[in-house]
């Protein structure tokens, strides 16, 4: 069973940034695509990024497209997501998944508990 440990969130200011870890309990995610997504409260859970384990192709959603950035350490067996030119829209509790390289939820088998980014104007 992989399982998935998000990490890094919290309480910033507008135009601050932040950095979310990933952490997987196993080697074998090598052979799935990780993707990142994020659920406001009241709203649907929605795509934010993806990448191969290998780090390419990477793929962002357009509101966050130049403004973040994924960085992946194999040794760690963790992924980074960085944020920068953080937005009150971007308040959410972000998520990481495992699976295929897609931008739709349902195609993702594995899934992290989620950590909570809240940022403030």
């Known amino acids: 069973q992989v399982q998935l440990v998000e990490s890094g969130g919290g309480l910033v200011q507008a135009g601050d940034s932040l950095r979310l870890s990933c952490a997987a309990s196993e080697r074998t995610l090598s052979n799935y695509a990780m993707g990142w997504f994020r659920q406001a409260p009241g709203k649907e859970r929605e795509f934010v990024a993806v990448t191969t384990w290998s780090g390419s192709p990477t793929y962002f959603a357009d509101s966050v497209k130049g403004r973040f950035t994924m960085l992946r350490d194999n040794a760690k067996n963790t992924l980074y997501l960085r944020m920068n030119s953080l937005k009150p829209e971007d308040t959410a509790v972000y998520y990481c998944?495992?699976?295929?390289?897609?931008?739709?939820?349902?195609?993702?088998?594995?899934w992290g508990q989620g950590t909570q980014v809240t940022v403030a104007s």
């Open positions: 998944a495992a699976g295929r390289y897609a931008t739709i939820s349902n195609q993702y088998d594995y």
